[in-house]
């Protein structure tokens, strides 16, 4: 008697697979943490996670599709499939077993076969695709559509198990958090700092967010939320924190002392030192923003130049060459667009800056307040706080 399947859940990597075996062994083990964290949300603390032959296998799960979707919010994971695991002697014994598995499922419906193989056997998963296809037409599917099917089977091979699937749940990709350095990033809570974020943790630094409060209530209640929403549902593995600056003396002292058309780039200026300040003393190497070439005037390239012109870190924006509708239609795919859609304009100032700031006349501007007084950040642990105790915690009342 053939032994029974069992139901798993099957995660797929991309770049981790390719790279060096010390490097991949790291990055597994990173991604194999992030989705323990994402389990345990997902209220699956008893999962089992193993690694095999290039495959994650999560087993013992409770709730199939909640474990799926779960993993599939992991940065390094290209996509998850729930699977029915089984085990086999030979092809004529798999095509038996996986005719039975699909054969309610494509009875009286358009179908194809797609097979993958790992290992040796005696077989290819071509002649998997044709053995099994046949069996199923026998069985009562409709008929064979190999580029527009009603449904597709999908087999894969590992060894002697064999992995029976019909879904496969898009993953973020990239690589698994804290494959790269740790950055910090201005956040505003808006489409394009949101965004920026994500894409950074996608590449696998950790990232670490700092609000400059202008004493907008709204502006802060709405960062407030997206940063919260940002750390439980894509920060698994990483213990994100957000880092929320007083920044109205800057804003009073600049607005009496600085040029109306410098006010804003020298405000961006503080934030940016400040920045760096913070960045070097929570251990993050680099500064992250969501700017993009030309969007607003403070983000011409002479004046991007003179934001962050000669900082000790490096600035990356990896929103550069996007306009806005992209950045807008990515932050809906990542689950923050009805958040950051609420955020208001906030800029401190009653004039706007000149597109295309003069050097020398920027530096005299910013020596006024160069050595303004900033209080020391409050520092709240996203993860570990509901959001009405983060908004308790520095004072928005609603």
């Excluded at 999962?47 to 599939?72: D, F, K, P, Y």
């Excluded at 919010?73 to 030979?90: H, L, N, Q, W």
């Excluded at 350095?181 to 630094?205: H, K, Q």
């Excluded at 870190?313 to 950045?327: F, N, Q, S, W």
Aim: proline share 6%; hydrophobic share 40%; with cysteine.
């Amino acid at each position: 008697m053939p032994q029974p399947g069992e139901w798993v859940v099957m995660v797929r990597y991309g770049e981790i697979a390719v790279k060096g075996a010390r490097a991949r062994v790291r990055m597994e083990k990173l991604l194999v943490n992030a989705l323990r964290e994402s389990l345990e949300r997902a209220e699956e603390p008893g999962a089992r996670i193993t690694v095999s032959q290039g495959r994650v296998i999560i087993e013992g799960v409770t709730n199939l599709e909640e474990a799926a979707r779960a993993a599939a919010r992991v940065f390094g994971v290209k996509s998850v499939s729930p699977a029915y695991r089984i085990e086999f002697t030979g092809l004529d014994d798999l095509v038996e077993r996986a005719a039975e598995f699909f054969e309610f499922r494509v009875k009286g419906r358009v179908f194809r076969v797609r097979a993958r193989r790992s290992g040796v056997e005696g077989f290819t998963s071509k002649d998997l695709e044709r053995e099994l296809g046949a069996e199923l037409l026998k069985r009562g599917a409709a008929g064979v559509d190999l580029e527009e099917p009603e449904y597709t089977a999908y087999v894969e091979v590992r060894g002697r198990s064999a992995y029976l699937y019909d879904t496969v749940i898009p993953g973020p990709g990239g690589l698994p958090l804290g494959s790269e350095e740790p950055v910090l990033v201005l956040f505003s809570g808006g489409f394009d700092s949101g965004v920026a974020a994500w894409r950074v943790m996608r590449r696998g630094s950790p990232a670490h967010l700092v609000f400059y409060d202008y004493g907008v209530p709204e502006a802060l209640e709405v960062a407030l939320e997206a940063a919260k929403t940002l750390a439980d549902n894509w920060a698994y593995g990483h213990d994100m924190k957000l880092y929320v600056v007083n920044f109205r003396p800057a804003v009073l002292v600049a607005s009496g002392l600085v040029a109306p058309s410098y006010r804003t780039l020298v405000l961006r200026r503080l934030m940016m030192e400040h920045a760096v300040a913070l960045a070097k003393r929570i251990g993050a190497e680099a500064l992250v923003t969501g700017e993009s070439i030309g969007q607003v005037a403070s983000q011409t390239i002479r004046n991007m130049m003179l934001i962050s012109g000669g900082l000790e870190l490096p600035v990356i924006r990896p929103l550069a060459g996007h306009d806005k509708d992209e950045i807008v239609e990515e932050s809906r795919k990542i689950g923050l667009y009805d958040i950051s859609k609420r955020q208001v304009e906030v800029c401190g100032v009653d004039s706007p800056p000149t597109p295309r700031g003069d050097p020398p006349a920027f530096r005299s501007e910013y020596e006024k307040v160069n050595d303004v007084f900033l209080p020391d950040p409050v520092e709240i642990k996203l993860k570990h706080m509901s959001i009405e105790e983060i908004k308790a915690k520095v004072g928005v009342k609603r």
